[in-house]
């Protein structure tokens, strides 16, 4: 069992910064791919970008490359998502998930792919 808990969502100005913190339960914490998603009222849960196990290699959604960034600390069990330039298209819901995949290099981009999920926190970025 793991278990995700979010933090460092707010209010954002457009243009402005946030970071997102995932920190996981366990001591396996480098066997498990991570994953953000978001989802706005109304609308699907979409990934936002992802995360080997080994921390090598990630992945983004269109809508935030070169704006967002993925990474993980395996001192602290912690994923992080580095947001910057936010958009108000970005306010939504961002939840954390992770699955196991000791031995993949492959990220998981689908949110059926992922067992365990945090409890999210909320993201609003103004105009």
């Known amino acids: 069992q793991v278990q995700l808990v979010e933090s460092g969502g707010g209010l954002a100005q457009a243009g402005g910064s946030l970071r997102l913190a995932c920190a996981a339960s366990?001591?396996?914490?480098?066997?498990?791919?991570m994953g953000w998603f978001r989802q706005a009222p109304g609308k699907e849960r979409d990934i936002v970008a992802a995360i080997t196990g080994s921390g090598a290699g990630t992945d983004y959604a269109d809508s935030v490359k070169g704006r967002f960034t993925i990474f993980r600390d395996s001192a602290k069990n912690t994923v992080y998502l580095q947001m910057n330039s936010l958009k108000p298209e970005d306010t939504a819901v961002y939840y954390c998930?992770?699955?196991?995949?000791?031995?993949?290099?492959?990220?998981?981009?689908?949110?059926?792919?992922?067992?365990?999920w945090g409890q999210g926190t909320q993201v609003t970025v103004s105009s």
């Open positions: 998930a992770a699955d196991y995949s000791s031995g993949s290099y492959a990220t998981k981009l689908r949110a059926d792919e992922y067992a365990y």
């Open positions: 366990g001591r396996t914490f480098n066997k498990y791919a």
